[in-house]
C-alpha cells in the first residue's frame, strides 16, 4: 500500500505551526485535508524532518479525487543546475507521495496496479451478465487503512478508462518517425494494452473489446469471422428466449447521422457495423467530440490542412436487425470520446491544440500531450501541461489559453502561471484571443 518506509516527522513552522509524525498527517485523506489544505491555502510549505535541515515540500491538490498530496517544493532540471534534496532512502516520501489507497502513482481510487505491468479497474457499468450489479470493489481487507480506503473507493468511468487506455499505450507520446503509419501502429498499441487492462474479476479489456484491425483484402475473411465471434460471444442463451451481454466497441468515427426519434447512427472506421446512440446519450457526446470531426468530412482540396478525429470506446449491446437473420446492429448505454490529430494519434482539446500538435509534429519535435489527471512524472506541482517538447534538457512547457475573456477560466490561467512560475518554469504560451498567429515553436 501507499505508505512504505518510516514515517519521520512532518512539520510546518510560524505561529499556527505543527510537527506531527508523517502517519497522522498522510494516512487518510480526512487527515490530509485537516493539515495541508491550510498549508495550501496559504502556500506554505511542509518539512519533512527525515533530513537536516529538513526538505521543504508543496501541497498539491488532485483535483479529480480531491486528495492533498506533497510534491517537492522545487524540481530537479536535467542537465541544469538544481537538483532537489533527496529524502532519506527509508522515508516514505523517497519514493514520492502515493496517497493513503493507491499504489505506485496511480492515486485514482478505482484503479489498482498489478506487480506484472497490469492494472485492475473498477468500473461503473456492469460488462458481465445483464443482470449483474456493477462489482463492488474486494469485500475483504488487512488493515484498517484499507477498509477506510475502500469505502472511498469509487469506480471509474468510461471516460477514465479511454483515457488511461490510450496513455498506457503511448499514444499520447511523439516521436518524430517516419515509418509510424495511423492505425496500424495505433492498433498494435491499443491491442497490446487492453490485454494488460482487466475490467472485471474474469476479463481484461480484451476480452470483452471489438476494436477493427486495419482492413485488407486478403485478410477480409479473417476480419469477418473475428467480428462474428465477438457478437456470439455477447449473446446468451436465457430461461426466457435469448439475452445479452453488454460489450465494448472502439474505433474512429467514420460516419454520424440522424437515426429516428433523436437517435444518431455512427459508424466506425475499418469495419462496417451500426452503433446507434439513444437521443439521451447524443448531448453527452457531442460536447464529449466537439473539437473534432467525421473522417469523412470534407478536406480542403490541395491544401494540407491538420484534421481531427474523434475516438469512441461505447458499451453496446447487440440487436438483432428486424428482417435480415444473423445481422445485428449495437445499441450503446455509454460512451466515451476523445478527438486526436489524425497523423499521429496526439490528444487535442480544440483548434488551436489542433495547430500547437500539426506544428510540433512539423517540425519533427518529440513531445507529449498529457490528458488531463494523466500526466504523471511531467505533472508540474500538481497540474497537467499542455504539451511538453521532452528533447530539449530541460523539458519545454507549452501553454494555449483559450477563453481568456472568461472571467473562470482566465483565473484557472493566472493559477497555472503562478504555479509555473513558483517552479522557475516559464512555459512558451500562446493565448489565441490576443494573438490570432500561432507565436514560434520554442527552440
Ligand atoms: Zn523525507
Redesign the pocket.
Known sequence: MGAKGKG?DLGIKGEDGWRLPAGVVLDTDDQRKQYLAPARENRRHIL?Y??DPP?AMSVALRRETGRYYLTPARRASKGGNFTPPK??TD?R??HGDRGPSAREGETLPGVEVGGDDTVRVYLAAALGDPEAQPERPPARTDTRREAAARRTRERIGFPYLLRMWWTRAGLTAWSPDPERSPWVDWYEALSAEARKIKVTKKYRLADVLYLPQPFSEERKEAIEAEYRDFVSAAMVQGADGEAVRPRLLAGVVKTIEDGEGGAKRMHLWQKKFTLVLPAHMVESYQEQAKAGQTIEAPQQEGERIATAWVFVLVLARPRASRGKPGHYWWKASEIAAITIHSRTAIPVESSYELQVAEALVTAGRAFVKPFPGHAGELEVDGMTPDFVCVDRTPPVYLEVYGRMGDPEYARHTEEKRRRYRRQGIIPWEWDPLTEQRMPDLPE
Do not use: K
Open positions: 519521520y519533512c527525515c533530513q526538505i529524502h532519506r522515508c516520501l523517497y
